[in-house]
């Protein structure tokens, strides 16, 4: 962290360029503009926070005594958000095509911002301290409530009006224990006290922002810190519902293990969810559903408890096939590298991994067909042979074949796939049986 000035807005000249933060390229020219045009202009809030604290932030809170038709004016290029701000977008989403892997923004995102009184005037709508911190570029540093020397410090602290600002908008509750997460704060007494006391009125904020807000904290790099918070200032019933927030023994104690461990997995937020609704139990599914995650998340979250016992039982090439065919690579991915996961979290015994490593080794080095595309024929070579002239029922035959493919490789020649879907479409009988094993 750079060093900080402490004299709340009577920074000397001589002092102003030690306090600056380093902004991006984009903020500097939008700052430039307003000025050079006659205009005052401050950036404030996180995005101050988070630079002081040597993180580079996305989204730049920007207040200006600029008036929005004026700004249009001159960021013609802006998008209007509502009649008081101007959003300019230089972000670029990065989606992986991996689950594994977690979606990125690259650039930056500003909102200019009309002040309707004065920039001390809009930094007391912050209800942390360390907030309500503002630059100009050419002026002192304004500190509201002396937040810089709290950043420092490491320490949250409520600002004057935090308790009427909580009331208004309870997700700032939450908010609160994500910068726990993002940036290893401690609590104040005073807010500790204030948040606990507030911590029933979490319910009545968004789900959306309940959900954006807390997977931005589990993902933390000290996630652990902020999953043991949210227990002690009683916030779990607002992000798995009353129901689900009652664990069993087992599951406090398999939460507890997570939070002093979590930190040591990687920043993965899907995969860090589904470790967190795994405490969960019975309950896992009723926690997930409490929050609207979007439904492909939805599905990998609740299945996880059911899909990791099952990769436990994949000892076998033919099992280990069988199961990436009828759940695809994506989710056997997902499955593994969760499982991984929570081998790291739980000082879990790892053979069954590393053998099922082994395996899917032997299988792709072998090049062994796993999918319907891996088969030496196609629908229409079905329909050539005279076995139906049905392409939809050639399709579903063909779907038949993996499976006894998965049993003998060897078998993946045009003549023997051909003689097995002769055989199922003569008999419904063999198809309906073809998975159960009767013999140990």
């Known amino acids: 962290m750079g060093s900080q000035c402490a004299d ?26 307003l000025t050079n045009s006659g205009y005052d202009v401050y950036c404030a809030g996180q995005c101050v926070m988070a630079s002081y604290l040597g993180d580079k932030p996305l989204d730049w809170d920007l207040y200006t005594d600029c008036p929005q038709a004026k700004i249009r004016e001159l960021f013609p290029e802006g998008e209007p958000i509502g009649s008081r701000v101007t959003r300019l977008d230089y972000s670029e989403e990065i989606i992986s095509d991996d689950i594994n892997i977690a979606d990125s923004v690259e650039g930056i995102i500003a909102d200019i911002v009309t002040l309707e009184g004065s920039i001390q005037d809009q930094l007391a709508v912050y209800d942390l301290t360390a907030e309500a911190v503002a630059e100009h ?15 420092k410090s490491l320490i949250l602290k409520p600002a004057a009006n935090a308790e009427a600002l909580i009331i208004k908008d309870p997700i700032r509750i939450l908010k609160a224990v994500k910068y726990v997460a ?3 704060f401690d609590l104040h007494k005073d807010l500790y006290e204030l948040l606990l006391s507030s911590a029933d009125r979490l319910p009545e904020a968004d789900k959306d922002d309940i959900l954006y807000e807390f997977t931005e904290t589990i993902n933390g790099r000290y996630a652990g810190k902020a999953l043991k918070m949210i227990v002690g200032l009683n916030m779990l019933p607002a992000i798995v519902g009353k129901e689900a927030a009652v664990v069993s023994r087992r599951g406090a104690q398999d939460y507890e293990t997570l939070a002093d461990n979590i930190d040591k997995i990687k920043q993965i937020p899907l995969r860090r969810l589904a470790l967190f609704y795994l405490c969960f139990g019975r309950n896992c599914r009723t926690a997930v559903e409490y929050l609207p995650h979007e439904e492909q998340d939805r599905e990998y979250l609740t299945d996880a408890e059911t899909q990791i016992n099952k990769l436990h039982f994949l000892s076998t090439e033919e099992s280990l096939k069988n199961y990436i065919y009828h759940n695809g690579w994506d989710k056997y991915n997902f499955m593994d590298k969760l499982s991984k996961a929570q081998a790291i979290v739980y000082d879990l015994n790892t053979s069954r991994i590393e053998g099922r490593n082994y395996i899917l080794d032997t299988v792709m080095r072998e090049k062994q067909p796993i999918f319907i595309e891996d088969l030496a024929i196609d629908a229409d070579d079905i329909i050539e042979a005279g076995i139906t002239d049905d392409q939809q029922r050639a399709e579903y035959l063909l779907s038949l074949l993996p499976d006894v493919i998965h049993q003998k490789p060897g078998n993946n020649e045009r003549k023997a796939l051909l003689s097995y879907a002769k055989k199922f479409n003569k008999s419904k009988f063999r198809v309906a049986f073809r998975d159960v094993k009767w013999l140990r």
């Open 8 to 33: 709340s807005g009577h920074t000397r000249q001589g002092e102003r360029d030690e306090c600056m933060i380093t902004r991006p390229r984009e903020i500097n020219k939008i700052m430039t503009k």
């Open 137 to 151: 570029p050419q002026k002192p540093v304004v500190d509201l409530y002396s937040g810089r020397d709290d950043i």
């Open 182 to 184: 993002l940036y290893n």
